[in-house]
Every structure is written in C-alpha cells, then in structure tokens.
C-alpha cells in the first residue's frame, strides 16, 4: 500500500517569512496530492490539490509543487500570517483514491 | 464546496452503551464516504470506506463487530460503536468523495466514554 513520509513535524515562523513542508509518497500509481489545513477541534479543509499531469500549482499565497520522479511534493506559503497557523496534512491517493494522509504538520506563525 | 455534516458533535455515554454517529453529504450524492480516527496531535487514522448499497471496507485492525457501519443511501453513512469502552474516547471524522478525488470533512465528532 501507499505509505506517505511528512517533514516536519512541527515548523515554527515568523509572521511574513515562508514555510515550506515536505512529503514524500511511496506508490508510483499514486496520481492525486491534496493538502489539508485542521485549525484546533475542526475538520480539516482542502487547500490545494495537484495530479500528476502538472508540476505546480498556485493559489494566492499557497503553492504546491510535485516532482513525479522523486515521489515528493510540498507545500509552499508565502507570507505567511497568524491566521496560517494549524496542522497541515497531505496526502497522497491513486486511481480509486483511497486516501493514505502524512502524518501533519504544526505550522505556527508568531506575530 | 460540498458541504458534509456530523451529528452529534460531541457525545458522552457509558461503558457498555452503543453510539450512532450520522454523516450526511447535504448539497451532493456521495457514493464513497470514508470514516477516520483521530487522536489527539496525530494524523487521520481510516477505519473503514463505506459504499452506498453495500458493505463498509474495513482497514485491517479494526474491528467490523465493533465500529458498524451502514450507507443506507447517496447522502447517508452512520458508524455504530458498540458496547463502547474507555479506549474508544476519540475524534471520529468522516468524509465524503466528490467526483473521482476530491473529499471533503464533517465537522468531527468528539466522542466520551466514561
């Protein structure tokens, strides 16, 4: 099965630097990246999500780019702020998308 | 985007006493719903894959008998714990697939057992 590696645990910032966090995938057939954003006690949300046709993608502040050959794929934000802190997640699924997520990310933004 | 919701948010109950957490899709038909665990400052652990019509698919280490699971229809999922015990206090999300990948999170459901 798929088995997804995230660095790092924990990245801690300064409001306006960049954080940037890893994930490495295991599967080749795996085709499909989305990262999500959990805020203390809630749900996690979608923020961005790349297949394996493209290499980047960009969303305002959030970027993600993937390196197919190398089995790995990060999250970019840029300027980041006080509201940006939360535990990020990826995953990584194939064809029928049976979801195999990293095991998150706490980004704190000190102000 | 599609919109999932979780009922209850948070439940307490006894030793011994069974749990129905609802999980509905509310602006879409979902298929496939997924119903995760999660435990305090850790990643989303999958129990199971519920599809619409037919029997949950369980991941290996969890217990069908104990964490039931039933689509009855497109927009509905419910997990059963049963005869919960204090170890199956956690945070237990479920998520529905839009299309072919994306999936989005219910609200979560805080369990108790005492």
């Known amino acids: 099965g798929e088995n997804v590696e995230q660095h790092p645990s924990t990245l801690s910032v300064q409001e306006g630097d960049s954080a940037v966090i890893k994930c490495t995938y295991s599967d080749s057939a795996s085709n499909y990246f989305p990262w999500y954003k959990q805020e203390l006690g809630k749900r996690p949300q979608l923020i961005i999500d790349?297949?394996?046709?493209?290499g980047e993608k960009k969303d305002q502040r959030i970027a993600v780019t993937l390196n197919k050959t190398a089995k790995h794929f990060s999250l970019h934000i840029t300027e980041t702020q006080p509201e940006d802190s939360a535990v990020y997640f990826c995953?990584?699924?194939?064809?029928?998308?049976?979801?195999?997520f990293g095991r998150g990310t706490s980004l704190i933004v000190h102000p | 985007g599609a919109v999932v919701s979780q009922h209850p948010s948070r439940v307490i109950c006894k030793s011994g006493t069974s749990v129905k957490i609802e999980c509905r899709s509310l602006d879409f038909q979902a298929t496939t719903m997924f119903w995760y665990r999660q435990f305090p400052k850790q990643s989303l652990m999958l129990m199971a894959t519920s599809n619409e019509g037919s029997k949950a698919t369980y991941e290996q280490g969890v217990e069908k008998d104990k964490f039931l699971i039933n689509h009855a229809s497109l927009t509905l999922s419910t997990l059963t714990v049963t005869s919960a015990h204090p170890e199956d206090s956690s945070f237990y999300i479920c998520?529905?697939?839009?299309?072919?990948?994306?999936?989005?999170f219910g609200p979560g459901t805080r369990l108790t057992v005492t």
């Open positions: 998520s529905a697939r839009v299309a072919s990948y994306e999936q989005y």
């Open positions: 995953a990584a699924g194939g064809g029928s998308y049976i979801p195999t």
């Open positions: 790349i297949r394996s046709n493209v």
